[in-house]
């Protein structure tokens, strides 16, 4: 049957940590801080040239993707900034308690007052029972060729998926984005005159799916 396509739900994780499994040399300081878009930072910093820093591994993002979905498309976006030659060592995804090995963003700067935002074919790997889990996440790692600071402010999640044609409900946070000033004009969601598909990367939000049809 029909499908309504390209549905996006974006979120941030809760939970944030070091973890030491990929062999990295160089640990993250004040992991909290990087659960939230405030200008207060986590660190990761070294003396002299690396080859990996720990892996900050971020969970929890609360995902409640309708089970009849389908995964189409993941991307990971990263608010931080650098000091010195700071790359993105490894971007990868926590499915099932495992970690994945086709990372992306390998030898990418690491973002420094702008956004960047990574995909890979991680949708392949993904059903709505393993995204919406607490355990599903992403670990992140950067790299130096010299002394250098990586700081991580944030990062979110956005899941692109598909449903069957039905009536789609949107809730969004913060509570401004209400309801009311949600439209579904010609089967395309509008915000406040603007298309759901450019709402901000930061902004925590869900389309969610109901058994009624559009009209």
């Known amino acids: 049957g029909a499908t309504i396509d390209g549905l996006k739900s974006i979120k941030a ?16 300081v004040d992991t909290p801080n990087s659960l939230t878009l405030n200008g207060l930072v986590a660190t990761a910093t070294s003396g002299a040239a690396f080859t990996k820093s720990y ?41 099932n308690g ?3 090995t086709d990372g992306a963003g390998a030898g990418t700067d690491w973002p420094n007052g702008t956004a960047v935002s990574l995909s890979n074919a991680w949708s392949a790997l993904l059903s709505p029972a393993l995204v919406n889990v607490a355990g599903f996440g992403v670990e992140i790692a950067c790299s130096s060729t010299a002394a ?14 598909s449903i069957p044609d039905g009536e ?29 598909s450019t709402v901000p990367l930061a902004l925590d939000y869900d389309i969610a799916y109901a058994d009624i049809p559009v009209r």
Not at 168 to 196: H, Q, W
């Open 168 to 196: 789609i409900l949107v809730a969004f946070s913060p509570s401004e984005y209400t309801m009311s000033k949600v439209v579904n004009c010609n089967n395309r969601l509008t915000v406040f005159g603007y298309d759901a």
């Open 98 to 100: 495992n970690t994945t």
């Open 148 to 161: 250098a600071t990586a700081s991580l402010d944030y990062v979110s999640v956005q899941i692109t998926y």
């Open 55 to 95: 892996f900050i591994k971020l969970t929890s993002f609360g995902f409640g993707i309708p089970t009849n979905a389908t995964v189409t498309g993941v991307a990971v976006n990263l608010y931080g900034l650098r000091t010195g030659p700071v790359k993105i060592q490894a971007v990868e995804l926590i499915v």
């Open 13 to 28: 994780p809760t939970v944030s940590a070091n973890d030491n499994t990929n062999g990295g040399t160089v640990a993250w």
